[in-house]
């Protein structure tokens, strides 16, 4: 309930500040000379720059902000989960790592359909039938391989120490373990440690997982896949009525990814390509929007909000689609990003009256051939950077928590096209691109991003909010590059969101005023403000003129930024 008027204060001074913002640019987020890591907690956060500070670089740095956000994050950092790394290197290489949950071998396309072919609710969300093979550890370890510098040791030990010590909840926390108790009781046949009454300011003690963790730093990766955590994964899964086996977890691998590129004005973004859609979609939003002057248009102005509306509409209707796990579907990535494809797909896009999106599909292409997040930002002292979203999907996963293991397992089987038309729990409507087989990776909207301007690095930037992920990343980079804002206001700034189908906007609660709304809904443009909903979290790093590093911290969660 506090949180609200604060809220109310802040929304007051972005508006007041609006016009000011080409000229000032106070306002600044945390500000570091050398290094800074942002993430959904400040122990995360820590214990990354202490890695730094050590002299690991940012990759070394990602293996621990990861890890520790398993322990200090548990509802959405996870060893049960999966995710996806853009990197950039000091010395200008970029690239990206896929780590992404695959779907069990038993997995089958109706696997969610009842005999009368309709999807059966809950099943994709809630409970042991939702998991997806988890690539969190596979990820690290991949990352680390290939580019740490320090010991694995040096990176986990800090990590287990956390766990052991314990972490303390914190009041956004408090509320969120309350209002998922029910769901935990449903899924879990044992009494888990997050069903205790915990409040604000006690501390969480994580002794299976400090366990768990002990034993792969011990064994190594092998450990998670191959090993006895893997055994107690399955045995734990099978107990439960799950599909998955030692097989699946056994031939789980991380993939290296070419990532998408494309460039806007003068910026070079670099994001994910799939199985996120991340990338692709905010390549098609970003080249749709490039021909407006935004700028002139100004900050959440109805011509802004109309042009960003009607791009972001067809991208997410051509999302629906095309896009699916690129080893089992083809992907016409070039044709969706070019831009004369693209500034067809906007012909049809007036002013006057916003573009129904029941009459709009996806484009038409050619094609000659036979689917509870965080995201943590890290710039390094050697000038590397690493952009990181990592996921169990809903908040807390399947909600399914094994004691012996001190961890729980997401749910990401949703993230799939259970039956085409029928949408997930973000509304994504998909079709055959994403539908289940075994082995493939679900689609994601997950767009860790990083951008270079000048071929410096510029930007490092990604938020959770599912479907919401590519629209949040898009405006923080415009509200940068367009509308002149610092890091810090550009992630706090009041964000919208439109994805084709349902044909709303959805808007953050009172921050758009009423006059705006009345003119967008008489346009066409229906308005869906849930109340306390939160369009991401985003956390971004800026490189300043004088090099210095700003970090963007989300207020919406604990957030923090930490540098040196
Ligand atoms: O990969 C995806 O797109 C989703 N599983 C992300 C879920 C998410 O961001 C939930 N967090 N708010």
Not at 3 to 25: D, M, V
Not at 344 to 357: D, L, Q, V
Not at 452 to 470: A, C, H, Y
């Amino acid at each position: 309930m506090r949180s609200i008027p604060i809220f109310l204060l802040f929304c007051f001074l972005c508006f007041k500040c609006k016009k000011e913002l080409r000229k000032t640019n106070d306002n600044r987020g945390v500000i570091a000379k050398n290094a800074m890591v942002v993430s959904a907690r400040a122990e995360a956060s820590q214990i990354g720059i202490d890695i730094l500070q050590l002299g690991g670089n940012a990759f070394d740095a990602m293996v621990a902000t990861e890890l520790a956000l398993a322990v200090s994050y548990p509802v959405a950092g996870n060893l049960g989960g999966g995710g996806f790394m853009v990197y950039r290197s000091a010395n200008g290489n970029i690239g990206s790592l896929d780590y992404r949950e695959k779907a069990p071998l038993a997995a089958t396309r109706d696997m969610y359909l009842d005999d009368s072919g309709d999807v059966i609710p809950g099943k994709s969300t809630l409970g042991v039938a939702s998991i997806g093979v988890p690539g969190t550890i596979a990820g690290v370890f991949e990352v680390h391989k290939k580019f740490g510098t320090l010991p694995l040791e040096s990176l986990l030990k800090p990590v287990i120490e956390l766990a052991k010590k314990g972490v303390v909840v914190t009041n956004k926390q408090e509320k969120r373990i309350q209002h998922y108790q029910q769901f935990f009781k449903k899924v879990n046949k044992d009494s888990i440690i997050f069903d205790a009454q915990w409040k604000a300011g006690d501390t969480i003690k994580h002794a299976a997982l400090a366990k768990t963790l002990e034993r792969i730093l011990k064994y190594g990766r092998n450990e998670f896949y191959k090993g006895e955590t893997s055994k107690v994964i399955v045995k734990f899964i099978q107990e439960h009525g799950g599909i998955i086996t030692e097989e699946d977890l056994a031939s789980y691998k991380a993939k290296w990814r070419k990532p998408i590129t494309f460039n806007y004005d003068d910026l070079h973004i670099i994001s994910m390509g799939p199985p996120s859609s991340g990338g692709i979609c905010l390549g098609q939003i970003m080249t749709m929007l490039e021909p407006f002057p935004l700028n002139d248009y100004g900050y959440n102005s109805l011509k802004t909000i109309q042009t960003i509306t009607e791009a972001e509409r067809r991208a997410y209707a051509d999302r629906s689609f095309y896009l699916g796990d690129p080893d089992f579907v083809k992907i016409p990535v070039s044709i969706l990003l070019n831009r004369a494809y693209l500034s067809g797909r906007m012909r049809n896009f007036s002013f006057e009256k916003a573009t129904a999106s029941e009459s709009l599909s996806h484009g038409n292409i050619q094609i000659n051939e036979s689917t509870e997040t965080t995201h943590y930002s890290i710039v390094d002292q050697f000038g590397n950077a690493v952009a990181v979203t990592t996921t169990l999907n809903g908040a807390y996963g399947s909600k399914l928590y094994s004691n012996e293991l001190g961890f729980f397992f997401n749910n990401e089987m949703d993230d799939f096209s259970s039956k085409p038309g029928t949408p997930n729990m973000f509304g994504l409507i998909g079709g055959e691109a994403n539908s289940i087989a075994p082995e493939k990776r679900m689609l994601s909207s997950m767009t860790p991003t990083i951008i270079e301007k000048n071929n410096k690095l510029f930007m490092v930037v990604g938020t959770p909010g599912g479907s919401t992920i590519i629209t949040s990343v898009l405006q923080t980079i415009l509200n940068v590059h367009e509308f002149n804002m610092t890091m810090q206001q550009a992630v706090n700034a009041p964000r919208f969101h439109h994805q084709w189908l349902p044909n709303h906007i959805l808007a953050e609660p009172n921050a758009f005023d009423d006059l705006l709304k009345t003119k967008l809904e008489n346009l066409g443009y229906p308005i869906e403000e849930r109340e306390s909903k939160i369009l991401g979290k985003v956390d971004g790093i800026l490189v300043l003129e004088d090099d210095a590093l700003e970090g963007g911290a989300d207020y919406r969660g604990d957030d923090t930024a930490i540098g040196f």
